[in-house]
């Protein structure tokens, strides 16, 4: 390489690192455009625990959060998201690039194949490590907002993520509903069938 204007060469270190972080700003551009369509979704299936009809459609739930939350309400539960898509983007490829480089034997046929599948193995693994922000986020989203589902007794209430994050992770609820075939009944908590809840 000559001069330091010289492009990183491709499959090295700062060559990764230079590609996740022009990947991360624009993730977290997207991710910041569309996150109040993502709370209106997330609210649109909490409804559902209370039977309440309170968002309905697009534009009318524009409206109620803006008329009871302001444009806040539209951001529920962003930091949290965006900090679990940053980690798990440089995770991911920082682990990949590992794998790739020092793990892989470029002499074998099927090299193109192995990174593929090395890739995906640590986007697996990079989005469970961080799936407690998607947790924290998603409960933020919904936190207080006038659905049943939202509130107390069904969920805490929380005046930030932090608080969200520190309750869960004293309760060991941190991995709740990460699984989609089994679930653990969270520690120290007895299920009330009759009320449809834990104590």
């Known amino acids: 390489m000559v001069g330091s204007s010289q492009k ?12 996740t ?9 997207a991710t910041i455009i569309t996150h109040p369509f993502h ?24 409206v109620t959060i803006y008329r009871e939350e302001g444009v806040l309400g539209f951001f529920a539960g962003l930091i949290p998201r965006l900090l679990g898509d940053v980690l798990s983007l440089w995770i991911c490829n920082m682990l990949a690039h590992f794998i790739n480089a020092y793990a892989i ?8 194949e192995i990174k593929n599948c090395s890739q995906a193995v ?42 969200c994050w520190s309750h869960l992770s004293r309760e060991g609820n941190m991995g709740r509903g990460n699984s989609l075939f089994f679930r653990k009944l969270p520690a120290g908590k007895m299920y009330a069938i009759e009320q449809k809840r834990f104590f």
């Not at 039977?51 to 524009?62: H, L, N, P, Q, T």
């Not at 470029?106 to 090299?111: A, Q, V, Y």
């Open 8 to 19: 990183a060469e491709e499959g090295s270190l700062q060559h990764v690192v230079n590609e």
């Open 21 to 29: 972080t022009k990947e991360m700003i624009a993730r977290s551009c």
């Open 39 to 62: 709370v209106i979704t997330l609210r649109c299936m909490v409804q559902f625990i209370g039977r309440e009809a309170k968002y309905s459609g697009v534009f009318d739930s524009i």
């Open 105 to 112: 034997d470029d002499s074998t046929s099927h090299t193109g």
């Open 122 to 163: 640590t986007g697996f693994f990079a989005s469970m490590l961080t799936y407690p922000f998607v947790l924290v986020s998603n409960l933020m989203a919904v936190n207080n907002c006038g659905l049943a589902g939202g509130l107390p007794p069904y969920a805490a209430v929380y005046p930030n993520w932090l608080y």
